[in-house]
């Protein structure tokens, strides 16, 4: 008897920037097996290259600038995309928003971050500055979800990067990134498939 076809879990990348984790993500969905796909990358900057990457890629992209804005309403906004993509998850790649709780609370447990540190270390920004400041022999990157308290959910990944003697937050940025996107879409195939048949519609 054939093997059913899994399911693959819709996935909304929100993004502030360039992108690259978004990227290693996507290429990372186009592998044999990969358990989940890109239904839209959304962004907050409408000129955020993220966006020309994800078009030239044939992904679906919702932009709208949260100048102006109150961050509920903004937050809807990206939310209502999300939906209309038919997405089972949201990725934050790099989207430099603090989103609404009640927006967190309903998709708990759907929505993952990557953070430039080992967790529950620096949470925050300048997250390799400090941890050479505070003399620490590595810094690193890893991948948590997403509760009320900034970078504060539980870690399903980490990575250790060396800090080597005149270590710089720019060199060490550099080698961190290389690990942000291996480990990145691994976590996210683990967690989706840990949840596959379990996703609701919210």
């Not at 927006?103 to 400090?130: C, E, Q």
């Not at 539980?154 to 940025?173: C, D, F, N, Q, W």
Request: negative net charge; contains cysteine.
């Amino acid at each position: 008897m054939p093997e059913t076809a899994l399911q693959r879990a819709r996935v909304a990348v929100f993004v502030s920037g360039r992108g690259s984790n978004m990227a290693a993500l996507l290429y990372a969905s186009r592998l044999d097996g990969a358990p989940y796909e890109i239904a839209l990358v959304a962004s907050n900057d409408p000129d955020a290259e993220a966006l020309a990457l994800a078009e030239a890629e044939g992904i679906a992209t919702f932009a709208l600038s949260h100048k102006g804005m109150a961050r509920e309403d903004h937050d809807a906004a990206m939310e209502d995309a999300a939906r209309k993509a038919g997405a089972d998850h949201i990725a934050l790649a790099g989207y430099m928003r603090i989103l609404t709780p009640a927006f967190v609370r309903r998709w708990k447990g759907r929505m993952l971050n990557i953070h430039p540190s080992l967790l529950p270390k620096y949470t925050g920004l300048d997250t390799h500055a400090r941890a050479i400041a505070a003399g620490d022999t590595h810094g690193g990157v890893s991948v948590h979800l997403v509760t009320e308290e900034l970078d504060a959910g539980e870690v399903l990944g980490r990575i250790a990067i060396a800090i080597r003697p005149g270590e710089t937050a720019e060199s060490l940025a550099e080698r961190v990134r290389i690990a942000e996107h291996q480990l990145y879409p691994r976590i996210l195939a683990e967690h989706v498939l840990r949840h596959a048949g379990t996703c609701a519609t919210v």
